[in-house]
């Protein structure tokens, strides 16, 4: 498998611009995970799916982010409009319901929001 | 949720030697894992040990897990140029393999 892939690798945007990261999880797996991780704050969970369902997502810091998963193989992180302190290191992950918590995170994108 | 409290922040060896990682907890729980973390990359899982276990094994990894005070380490020996990175535990904080990771330990292993 090629593990969980995300697009793109690096975005550098204006502020007030939107941005759309994307997410392709682990074949057959049924959670997903949106993470953010800044130096100030660490790695925080943003929102996490189950079978293609909106668990959580008490960590979305502002209406301005939103989530979405349409089918169990791709999921969207937007952030409309964007802003300076938006920029941060943003991780998808998925695992297998059943193997006791265990995340395959992704490579990471690297937004830059100027 | 809680948060694992990792000691020390950034650690410094030279190859060879053992490297040791601390994470406390706060309120029980019934697992706990470490990842680590490359530079510029995404975290990968090393360990999970149950409640149920005090010691694990996984290759030069040796995790411990004291429940009556509420931490654990992890214990890397012999280490490798190779290991330098930041290593995280997670702790169990919901439903659906949610957890919560902890501040982190940046090891450097100076060849």
């Known amino acids: 498998d090629a593990g969980v892939i995300q697009s793109p690798r690096h975005e550098v945007t204006e502020m007030g611009q939107e941005v759309t990261l994307r997410c392709k999880p682990i074949?057959?797996?049924?959670?997903l995970f949106w993470y953010r991780q800044t130096m100030m704050r660490g790695l925080e969970l943003l929102i996490y799916?189950?079978?293609?369902?909106?668990?959580?997502d008490s960590g979305m810091p502002e209406d301005r982010f939103s989530a979405k998963m349409p089918n169990a193989s791709f999921s969207t992180l937007k952030i409309q409009p964007s802003e300076p302190r938006d920029s941060a290191v943003y991780f998808c992950?998925?695992?297998?319901?059943?193997?006791?918590?265990?995340?395959?995170f992704g490579p990471g994108t690297r937004l830059t929001v100027t | 949720s809680q948060q694992g409290e990792e000691d020390p922040q950034a650690l410094s060896i030279q190859e060879g030697e053992n490297a040791t990682m601390n994470c406390s907890y706060k309120?029980?729980?019934?697992?706990l894992q470490w990842y680590r973390q490359n530079s510029g990359r995404g975290l990968v899982h090393l360990i999970l040990i149950r409640s149920n276990e005090r010691e694990k094994h996984s290759g030069r990894l040796r995790v411990t897990l004291d429940t009556s005070k509420k931490s654990s380490s992890l214990l890397i020996t012999a280490s490798r140029a190779a290991d330098t990175a930041s290593y995280f535990c997670a702790l169990p904080t919901g439903g659906y393999q949610k957890v919560t990771f902890g501040t982190g330990t940046k090891l450097q292993v100076i060849p």
């Open positions: 074949s057959g797996h049924n959670s």
């Open positions: 309120t029980s729980i019934n697992n």
């Open positions: 799916f189950n079978n293609n369902v909106p668990i959580d």
């Open positions: 992950a998925s695992s297998l319901q059943g193997s006791v918590n265990e995340q395959y």
